[in-house]
């Protein structure tokens, strides 16, 4: 029987937790993913065989396309299972842990069926460093357990760390679509009506049903190392966050860290791996999802560390010109989602080049004629995946156990008006009122509506695996080693009337990091505005800009958002720290108090 072919991995509670997850999927067969290239050839040849996959014809690269009904995370169906909806907040959806057990224990009885289960062991973190958490993620998705290879370091290292008795984070994935016995698979496995991402905090536990897409499907990402983790987080005094880590050198030699929190599908992944467009200045990545923050105790200073391995990036308007190193990076061994393809069996979509090449199939798999085509070519949240060591600007230190130190925090969102290109918050409080305060148009990462605005706390709002008025709380209790950092706001998104970008961004953005880095020096000057610090000489040497337009500054504006803050704050209820509203009467204050 099945049960005779589970691989043991001499872990007692893992072996025991797999041989019941085998009894309640009954997999047909169960597999213990090792993480070596043989094993990744061994699981993609299969795919391509039977079409599930397309070998490219750049080198060791895929791609594949997802049922059109799962193409991005789904908020709606994602939830936090805590004994009391008051511990989620207003921000996540809340759902009766036993409830939900009852009912997603239905979903998995055989959900397996006809289908492998994959064991596979991953480390969110270097291996060497005692912040990473192991996590293991029993899936019946090859297209996760290649995704995993990229994404993670994972397979028998891990298990080794792991040894007979380590903590393991569990998470069980199902695409929910068990196969009868001769039928053939469809392209794309999924069970949208039941599709059920559920988090428990208090087993630190997850359970992922009927979606085979990234955020959804990938547990080590969203799941752990942001829902799960922040709890654990909140439990012991350190911030798992949504932020990208980037490594930023000045012409000088002198290198320093910035963390900066953007929601998903607003260029972070672009900005962690900027070419400056000035001379001298030189960034290399660390991270460009995720950011576990830790304070040193020796000195009070705080240290981050990404947990990933690979980057799970947005395809569309990435291109040798907005983006030379990622470009780069996706030229071999990298896995696409929902691109479309060209006649020589390479990828396309929006931006890629200046004009879409002839004889493109769409990622519908349709012939694509970008006259007549509503839809773009590619799907607007289509994705690569690829090892982070790719990156000609990786930066080795990503692999340092104790990971590199912070010294600027940068929060930033999609907004066309009113939030000018950048600011330094006057003080540690008002940093964490302007995280606290992060607003963005939504995007094609998540399903639902594009372009509306909503308040997304620290990029977070999606992520939360606890109640937002506690993480505010959390993240005021920094204070104590805020001395080692600042805090800032940028928009890279400013518009003119006729809906133009203000700021090209992209390489140019290292303008706004050269302002920053330089006041961390002490030799940038900047003019205070009641919301903060706006730079004065900002080098926009070569660039044409209407910097009156990047800065704008109206009383009338200001006194709306205000109120649409106040109005946010007060969703928040009782658990909403009190220093955050004396923060919004201040900031009121210096507005009514200028004339302008
Ligand atoms: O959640 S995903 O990793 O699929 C995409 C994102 O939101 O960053
Ligand atoms: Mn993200």
Redesign the pocket.
Known sequence: STFDRIPPTGHGALDRWIFDMVSLCQPDRVYLADGSDREFSDLVEPLVKCGQMMRLKRPGSYACWTDPRDV??SEQSTWIATASAEDVGPLGQWIDPLEIKKELLICFNGSMKGRTMYIVPYCMGPLSSSYSLIGIELTDSPYVVLHMHKMTRMGAEVLARLGKEGPFYPGLHSVGCPLLKGAADVSWPCNVERRAIVHFPKEKLVWSYGSG????A?LG??CLSLRIASVKAKEEGWFAEHMLILGITNPEGKKRYFAAAFP??CGKTNLAMLKPSLPGWKIETVGD?IAWLHIRKEDQTLWAINPEAGY?GVAPYTSKTTNPYGYQTISHDTLFTNVAITQDRDVWWEGYTPTCPEGVTSWRNVPYDPKKDEEPAAHPNSRFAVRATQNPIFDPASERPEGVPISAILFGGRRRSLLPLCWEALSFEQGVFWGATLSSETTA??DGKVGQVRFDPFAMRPFFGYHVGDYFAHWLSLAKVASSFRMYRVNWFLEDAKGNLLWPGYGDNIRVLKWIFERLEGTAQGEALPFGIIPQGLDVAGLKVDLKALFPYRKQDWLKEMALIESFFETIGSRMPGRLFEELEALRDRVENLSY
């Not at 897409?213 to 959804?216: A, I, L, S, T, V």
């Open positions: 991005a995370r897409y990234g955020g959804n990938l990402k969203k998903s599908a999802d799970f990462a998540a």
